[in-house]
T-cell receptor, first 112, second 114 residues
Framework: GENVEQHPSTLSVQEGDSAVIKCTYSDSASNYFPWYKQELGKRPQLIIDIRSNVGEKKDQRIAVTLNKTAKHFSLHITETQPEDSAVYFCAASIGGYSTLTFGKGTMLLVSP | KAGVTQTPRYLIKTRGQQVTLSCSPISGHRSVSWYQQTPGQGLQFLFEYFSETQRNKGNFPGRFSGRQFSNSRSEMNVSTLELGDSALYLC?????????????FGPGTRLTVT
């Protein structure tokens, strides 16, 4: 089955810096890659996603890139703010199924 | 539209008991997936239902089961509870019958087994 590796497990940045979280997946059949943000005690919230026919997608301060050849995808957050502090999860799914395989998560800490 | 809802939000059970958790998807969503979240294992897929049929199942023992009703509401059941079943159980609904579509999570049910 699919396996998703996520790095780093913890990331500390200063407010205004950029943050990058990287994931790799194992199954070349995967074609949908969402990112979720989970604040303490809250539900995972979908923040951005990308499909395999697209190399990059942006939404204001966040962007996701996908390298299908290397089976890598990354989340980029620019101009980080304290409210960006949360655990971020990457995931992958194979076309035709709604099953998501998640990475272990990255705890992002943004210091004022 | 109202979001995904789950009941109950918190449960405390004793080893050996069984428990039933409920999930109501976003109106119009026909796919419901269940996940177990623990600090050690992260988010792990349990099973997915679409139109009252289980379409996919994760690597969990048979003590974990589920079902979906004609209104798309779903329940999951855990029998003969073990201490290791303590976790946050999340359900997610999706608008489409095909993969590669957004999944929206409910607030979860926090299960504690003593």
């Amino acid at each position: 089955g699919e396996n998703v590796e996520q790095h780093p497990s913890t990331l500390s940045v200063q407010e205004g810096d950029s943050a990058v979280i990287k994931c790799t997946y194992s199954d070349s059949a995967s074609n949908y890659f969402p990112w979720y943000k989970q604040e303490l005690g809250k539900r995972p919230q979908l923040i951005i996603d990308i499909r395999s026919n697209v190399g990059e997608k942006k939404d204001q301060r966040i962007a996701v890139t996908l390298n299908k050849t290397a089976k890598h995808f990354s989340l980029h957050i620019t101009e980080t703010q304290p409210e960006d502090s949360a655990v971020y999860f990457c995931a992958a799914s194979i076309g035709g199924y709604s099953t998501l395989t998640f990475g272990k998560g990255t705890m992002l800490l943004v210091s004022p | 539209k109202a979001g995904v809802t789950q009941t109950p939000r918190y449960l405390i059970k004793t080893r050996g008991q069984q428990v039933t958790l409920s999930c109501s998807p976003i109106s119009g969503h026909r796919s419901v997936s269940w996940y177990q979240q623990t600090p050690g294992q992260g988010l792990q897929f349990l099973f997915e239902y679409f139109s009252e049929t289980q379409r996919n199942k994760g690597n969990f023992p048979g003590r974990f089961s589920g079902r979906q009703f004609s209104n798309s509401r779903s329940e999951m059941n855990v029998s003969t509870l073990e201490l290791g079943d303590s976790a946050l159980y999340l359900c997610a609904s999706s608008p489409s019958n095909s993969g590669g579509t957004e999944q929206y999570f409910g607030p979860g049910t926090r299960l504690t087994v003593t």
